[in-house]
């Protein structure tokens, strides 16, 4: 078996990244277990039998997995083994999955799925780098059809210097974290966030990755010259198409037309109506040849490829009528429900988000438990929701992997902005509801988001906005191209590129860019982030004429948290015995109240009669009793020489039968009942530390002239 395991390594940084084949997995079509210091990574490609037919899609699967045994732990929770995916795993999945797509030949037809496991986690480097290279390594070696290799690396920026596959630790302190991949000819995909970095910096980042990304390529080549496998044939068609040139020539001038109606729905029924035009001409032929209408729609789809890229490139007008850096028009509006902490709704032509800020406490934050560190809470959360409804079609209201992808990045752009715990101490949840979509609906997502938030009152320390970009191409040698500024759906779909881009009116704070062709030059990127920083402004400057700063006072349906400092050496007395007296707070105005070591008191109250109620209890359990002041105090017992009565929580103080009243009292019962509130004036504290009462100073001050 030994001389059957083969093994390829390539030096990145202070470590080796070794691919090895042939001791694990060998049933499968490709795999590979790639591992870089204490860190590794299994991952395996199967494909199904082939198909009988042309596909217009590759049928691709990624399964990216972590194990908790990888680093040493169980899983917590009433299951004690993996469940379902975690977002993270989703989101690493669509990682590998993006820049590997393009690369499968839709004519091989065969159901493709990609499984990495993590096997091991040191904790220290990240694993999900080397489970897309380790996926590039067996697809490349397998017998499915690749037009990789294609390679990942992670590049960070700390303090002023650019780290290629740092750590857990060095990502903590870095300004910019971006995961950049591509083939050994350019970079295909760029994904992560920055804490307002240049348009410079992110193109100097992107090009520190190409020559290590080269080399993890050049790797795998090695490895499949060693063992590669025999490619598996593509679905080969046979049959004639040429019926379809007549039926082409008709629809072309009735494509064009009906393709540049203005709004997309209206666009979706003037093609439809062709096609109806189209069938009942050649119904003769197409019932001969097409009878299931799969090729003409094919036919079409083409035809709208086509006249879309030729009217940008030839004339630099878009379907819409739009020029390449027009934005579409954008309206705002925000506090429009009435109920909720804060919202806002974004329309940028027909994408239109709904975004709304809930305010909650430290018990609404997110527990995560992930195999890379201990487990940690998030006390910023940002979901994203795509009915159906918003592209006019049914289908079922779920969770999925593009709910996830579009949240996590629309989540990142935002994230630096929120403030710290230490200045605004709520759990923020921002919930984005696609209400129509046509381009860009994450982007809209940041602004929409953005305005809730500010209209929740959380100070952020700036507005963010974000614009997704395009490009057409004219040919393989990308002399000519045509960059394109707030996409359409059909722009996504039939042009070159996907380039999103966030940030505030001075640097970058999330990015992602997706593209179909070889790879784009570092010409192309720096047209493409310029144009974006000038929508990104245009779009800033529109939100701004809307809400410019956060409210001054959270919604009165907001929960109010206030925090307090008592000395350490009280702490035990705002607890209680076995917790009695912090519990009798809680009981009492209905706030939540937590104490921390240091003595910091964060009191979170239903509203904010409930804070300030349990508040004033804390403060005047830790208050000292001071001379010469009144308090309203509840009588506790009665004696025949006076009254106890309580002035602060545990303090109680003797009010003697002769400081009732000026005139004689016979019974203290007279004057005074258990339970009563009344005001009393602390006249002494003695050497013992005895409170000593008067009730007559208190409401009947005496003016001496002694």
Do not use: W
């Not at 700390?158 to 857990?168: H, K, L, M, S």
């Not at 709520?426 to 997502?445: D, F, H, K, M, P």
């Not at 704070?509 to 047209?527: N, Y």
């Not at 309203?632 to 039968?657: N, S, W, Y």
């Amino acid at each position: 078996m030994e001389n059957s395991i083969k093994q390829v390594s390539v030096q990145i940084g202070d470590d080796v990244l070794v691919f090895e084949t042939g001791k694990m997995c060998k049933q499968a079509n490709g795999a590979v277990y790639g591992h870089y210091a204490g860190s590794a990574v299994i991952a395996t490609v199967c494909c199904g039998d082939a198909p009988t037919e042309p596909l217009d899609y590759v049928p691709l699967s990624v399964e990216y997995n972590e194990k908790y045994y990888a680093a040493g732990k169980i899983p917590g929770g009433f299951l004690k083994r993996e469940a379902r995916p975690k977002d993270k795993e989703i989101l690493v999945s669509r990682l590998i999955d993006r820049p590997m797509r393009p690369l499968f030949d839709k004519a091989f037809g065969r159901e493709i799925q990609v499984v990495p496991t993590v096997v091991s986690c040191d904790q220290i480097n990240t694993p999900d780098i080397i489970a897309i290279n380790a996926s590039s390594a067996a697809v490349t070696i397998s017998d499915i059809p690749f037009a990789g290799p294609i390679a990942a690396v992670r590049v960070a920026l700390i303090d002023g210097a650019y780290v290629i596959n740092p750590t857990f630790q060095q990502i903590a302190k870095a300004s910019l974290d971006i995961v950049v991949a591509g083939t050994r000819d350019g970079i295909t995909m760029v994904e992560g966030g920055a804490k307002e970095v240049s348009e410079q910096a992110m193109l100097d980042a992107i090009a520190e990755a190409q020559p290590v990304i080269t080399r993890i390529c050049d790797a795998q080549i090695q490895l499949r010259e060693m063992c590669g496998k025999e490619k598996l044939p593509v679905f080969v068609d046979t049959k004639d198409y040429s019926f379809l040139e007549p039926i082409k020539a008709y629809a072309r001038p009735l494509v064009q037309q009906a393709f540049f109606a203005q709004g997309k729905m209206a666009r979706h029924e003037a093609v439809h109506q062709v096609k109806v035009r189209t069938k009942e001409k050649f119904a003769e032929v197409l019932e001969q040849n097409d009878p299931s209408g799969d090729n003409l729609s094919a036919m079409f789809d083409d035809l709208e490829y086509e006249l879309l890229r030729e009217s940008i490139l030839a004339k630099g007008v878009r379907v819409d009528g739009r020029n390449p850096r027009e934005i579409r028009p954008i309206t705002c509006e925000v506090g429009l429900l009435a109920r909720t902490h804060g919202s806002a709704l974004f329309t940028r032509g027909e994408t239109q988000s709904l975004g709304v800020t809930t305010l909650g406490t430290a018990s609404d934050e997110q527990l995560n438990d992930y195999i890379d560190g201990d487990k940690t809470t998030t006390s910023f959360m940002l979901h994203y929701n795509f009915p159906p409804y918003s592209v006019g079609e049914t289908g079922k209201l779920s969770t999925g992997r593009r709910e996830i992808g579009h949240g996590h990045l629309a989540q990142r752009a935002l994230e630096y902005v929120i403030p710290s715990k230490e200045v605004f101490p709520y759990t923020i949840r921002v919930v984005s509801e696609i209400l129509e979509s046509n381009g860009s609906s994450s982007q809209a997502t940041v602004c929409s988001g953005c305005l809730s938030l500010m209209d929740a009152g959380v100070p952020i320390k700036k507005m963010v906005a974000g614009v997704a970009m395009g490009l057409i191409t004219a040919d393989e040698s990308y002399s000519k191209y045509v960059i394109l500024s707030d996409i359409l759906g059909e722009e996504d779909h039939l042009g070159d590129m996907d380039f999103k881009v966030a940030g505030t009116e001075d640097g970058i704070t999330a990015f992602q860019m997706d593209i179909k062709i070889a790879g784009v030059s570092r010409e192309i990127m720096s047209k493409a982030l310029e144009q974006a920083r000038e929508g990104r402004l245009h779009i800033l400057g529109i939100m701004k004429q809307t809400i410019d700063k956060p409210r001054a006072e959270i919604s009165e349906y907001a929960p109010k948290i206030v925090t307090t400092k008592v000395d350490v050496e009280k702490i035990g007395a705002v607890i209680g015995t076995g917790g009695k007296t912090i519990k009798a707070i809680a009981q009492t105005t209905g706030a939540e109240v937590d104490i921390a070591e240091d003595g910091t008191v964060t009191i979170y109250g239903k509203n904010k009669a409930s804070a300030m109620q349990a508040l004033e209890m804390v403060k005047s359990i830790v208050e000292e009793p001071e001379v010469g002041r009144i308090y309203q105090g509840t009588v506790k017992r009665l004696m025949d020489f006076g009254a106890f009565i309580e002035i602060l929580p545990g303090k109680e103080g003797l009010c003697h039968i002769s400081k009732l009243a000026r005139t004689r009292v016979n019974n203290v019962s007279d004057v005074l009942s258990v339970g009563q509130v009344v005001p009393v004036l602390l006249t002494e504290i003695d050497r013992a530390g005895r409170l000593n009462l008067s009730y007559i100073d208190a409401i009947n001050p005496r003016h001496s002239d002694k």
